[in-house]
């Protein structure tokens, strides 16, 4: 039980870590804007030609993901547990 909740503490040590790099890692408003220009196969290129349309996001509740996954493991655990 100890090394559980060692563990666990653990790891939302590490996770606030993360955190805290990820925000010391971003620009702040301050500086400057990265550079319009891109190095691509064919050379560099103005980053307004490459742009693209933004790609459709599936819009599928957590909820769904959830009960699908549960559903999933019940079969299968059903499959494997037929007593012969």
């Known amino acids: 039980m100890r090394t559980l909740v060692l563990l666990l503490l653990m790891l939302a040590g590490l996770g606030q870590a993360a955190v805290r790099l990820d925000t010391a890692a971003r620009p702040s408003a301050g500086e ?8 691509t196969v ?3 290129e103005q ?6 349309a933004p790609v459709a996001q ?3 509740h957590p909820g769904v ?3 699908g996954l549960l559903c999933g493991s ?4 059903l499959a ?3 007593d012969e």
């Open 47 to 52: 980053l307004d030609t490459l742009r693209t």
């Open 32 to 39: 400057s804007q990265p550079s319009p220009w891109v190095r």
């Open 42 to 44: 064919q050379g560099w």
């Open 80 to 82: 494997w547990n037929r």
């Open 74 to 77: 019940m079969l299968v655990l």
């Open 58 to 60: 599936l819009a599928l």
């Open 65 to 67: 993901v959830a009960a």
